[in-house]
């Protein structure tokens, strides 16, 4: 009888993948929500959606609703959304505004915007509360980039080593990306996908390109390069070079909008891609940045926000930047069909043990040892 393909032992230039299991079980999902997701920096909103005092954003991290505020101060905080009290959610809404205090609807035990509790039905009948102790759970929070980054972890890890040290590692140093300035871009065009597939399929499509030529015809005619399957994530440092008839990184080349002043020449005409673990991808080109922030819900579905950003200016005097976002739009779109394609077959025999790398996606397996090291720990 002869052997089953995944029994057989693998030639030098293939590696294998996590075995199906790792994207279709549900245990495996709720390991990762407790050890990666409830223990990393996960990027959660842009600050500018935070516009002023009481703005706020609920987030789901994990197995957690987390409510991100701008404070009277303008700093940014960050709390589990749930009333110290008997637990009730105290935002239901995914967004809005609060003119001074966040109010329980259950029992009204009332916070202001630093997390105090300021009032509750009796209270000065318990004077022995502490207003700061009973106050609503404290979470992590940086900025960078723009956006607020937080973490449920009672200790987190180091910032500078996990989040900013991934753009150093991909491009080498850490004011590479500093010269797009990316935190004082505007928002230009937002697009949520519901990906019906494991997180880690999206990461996994993004950091290859041995699929460019098979599925993106207008990315491949932008960055030719692509086509002959490495993506720019397999070498440090390195970026994309547009093609010699190209003008802008736009879905039929055209000339995109106002170069980002800060980019130098030797990253002009040029894409650069980052993958922050575990939920952000960063795409880098002269005139425009866009951002992917990924929200698993289940095993088998992933929600994720594109940010397309643009200098203020841009933004601000109406251009056009259809031909800018209908480039990577369409990528997300063929990408999102393709890991949507693989999903079902996760739990079937003959992925049991994993599909393979090529050597083109060698630089993969570097990441399945970092979710086998996460599971573990």
Same mark, same amino acid.
């Given at each position: ?37 409830? %223990?990393? @920096?996960?990027?959660? *909103? ?6 002023? =005092?009481?703005? &706020?954003?609920?987030?789901? +991290? !994990? ?78 929070? %940086?900025? @960078?980039?723009?956006? *607020? ?6 200790? =987190?890890?180091? &910032?500078?080593?996990?989040? +900013? !040290? ?84 736009? *879905? ?126």
């Amino acid at each position: 009888m002869t052997a089953a393909p995944h029994d057989i032992s693998l030639p030098a230039s293939l590696l294998r993948t996590l075995p199906g299991t790792a994207y279709a079980d549900p245990d495996v999902f709720a390991l990762e929500q407790e050890r990666i997701f409830e %223990r990393m @920096w996960i990027c959660a *909103v842009r600050g500018a959606d935070l516009p002023g =005092p009481g703005s &706020f954003r609920t987030v789901q +991290i !994990g197995r957690e609703s987390v409510l991100v505020v701008r404070t009277r101060e303008g700093g940014i905080r960050a709390f589990l959304n749930a009333c110290r009290h008997r637990g009730a959610q105290l935002c239901a809404e995914d967004s809005g505004e609060v003119k001074r205090t966040f109010r329980c609807p259950y029992h009204a035990w009332t916070y202001a915007l630093d997390g105090s509790l300021v009032a509750a039905p009796n209270l000065a009948k318990m004077p022995d509360i502490d207003r700061v102790e009973y106050g609503l759970l404290k979470v992590h929070v %940086r900025e @960078w980039l723009g956006y *607020v980054w937080i973490c449920l972890a009672d200790e =987190p890890p180091p &910032f500078e080593r996990d989040v +900013i !040290g991934a753009a150093v590692e991909r491009l080498g140093n850490a004011e590479a990306i500093e010269h797009y300035d990316t935190g004082q871009l505007t928002v230009g065009r937002r697009i949520t996908y519901d990906v019906k597939a494991n997180w880690k399929l999206v990461i996994e499509n993004f950091m290859e390109c041995y699929h460019c030529s098979t599925i993106h015809p207008e990315l491949v005619s932008v960055l030719p390069e692509f086509a002959k399957g490495y993506a720019a994530q397999y070498y440090v440092g390195h970026g994309a070079e547009f093609g010699g008839a190209v003008e802008g990184f736009t *879905v039929d080349g055209r000339p995109g909008v106002s170069r980002i002043p800060g980019v130098t020449e030797d990253q002009d005409r040029r894409y650069y891609a980052i993958t922050v673990k575990p939920q952000v991808f960063i795409n880098l080109v002269p005139d425009h940045v866009i951002v992917h922030r990924m929200f698993p819900v289940t095993a088998d579905r992933t929600l994720v926000e594109c940010d397309w950003l643009f200098l203020p200016e841009v933004v601000a005097s109406g251009t056009d930047l259809d031909a800018s976002v209908e480039l990577f739009h369409r990528v997300n779109v063929q990408d999102f069909a393709a890991c949507e394609r693989c999903q079902p077959t996760m739990t079937s025999r003959s992925y049991a043990k994993g599909g393979v790398l090529v050597p083109s996606e060698h630089h993969i397996a570097a990441f399945h040892q970092w979710h086998r090291a996460m599971l573990e720990s």
